[in-house]
């Protein structure tokens, strides 16, 4: 498997798991929890291809579905529940930071495969990124992870940057794809347990 196809499994995996998790946090039933997964695991890749004008492959490869329902099997199997706070349940965080960084990795590398300059592929790493969690939060009326959580989609931005000027002057390979993931994970886990925040303009409210 390419490195693309290995980041985009994983993504798949990570953010079903994840949208199982605020499924049963939300009390929704089977159907639910399954609408749920699936829309947090293929959100984002189904915009960023409409974006770059292609079929989207969550409705044209099996392989796309059989990652998303082995991951909410996986998940139902060992009862990975989180009926309070999932943002709080080092599991949840987990699976989410992981899809967050695969699917930022593969919106670059299709906005690089595309053409895009750094604006466009920064925008393909983002959507492609928090995409699917924004839509699994509005369905359920929470305050998208993305606007309230600090080093999220920052994240996602400077993976973005660091895959355009790696391509930029010739040294993208898959050991880089990988240190940059490792870096970028590391990072959101690091400024999560240790509450980093951007700069905020005004007061609190």
Do not use: Q
């Not at 040294?171 to 993931?181: D, K, M, P």
């Amino acid at each position: 498997m390419t490195i693309f196809a290995v980041a985009d499994a994983l993504g798949l995996a990570s953010f079903a798991i994840s949208g199982y998790l605020m499924g049963v946090r939300k009390g929704l039933d089977l159907l639910g929890i399954l609408i749920a997964a699936f829309l947090t695991a293929l959100g984002g890749g189904v915009i960023r291809d409409v974006i770059v004008g292609r079929m989207p492959v969550a409705f044209t490869e099996t392989e796309v579905l059989l990652y998303v329902t082995a991951a909410v099997a996986l998940a139902y199997t060992f009862r990975l529940h989180a009926k309070k706070r999932p943002e709080r349940f080092a599991i949840f965080i987990l699976m989410d930071s992981m899809g967050l960084v695969a699917f930022a990795l593969t919106g670059a590398l299709v906005g690089i495969e595309s053409g895009f300059n750094i604006f466009g592929v920064m925008l393909l790493a983002f959507v492609t990124a928090v995409g699917g969690g924004m839509i699994r939060d509005i369905m359920v009326n929470e305050v998208p992870m993305v606007l309230t959580s600090d080093f999220y989609g920052t994240i996602a931005l400077l993976i973005a940057v660091s895959v355009f000027i790696c391509d930029r002057i010739g040294c993208l390979g898959n050991f880089t794809l990988v240190t940059i993931a490792a870096a970028a994970l590391a990072l959101r886990l690091i400024a999560y347990k240790r509450g980093w925040r951007l700069p905020k303009l005004g007061g609190e409210r």
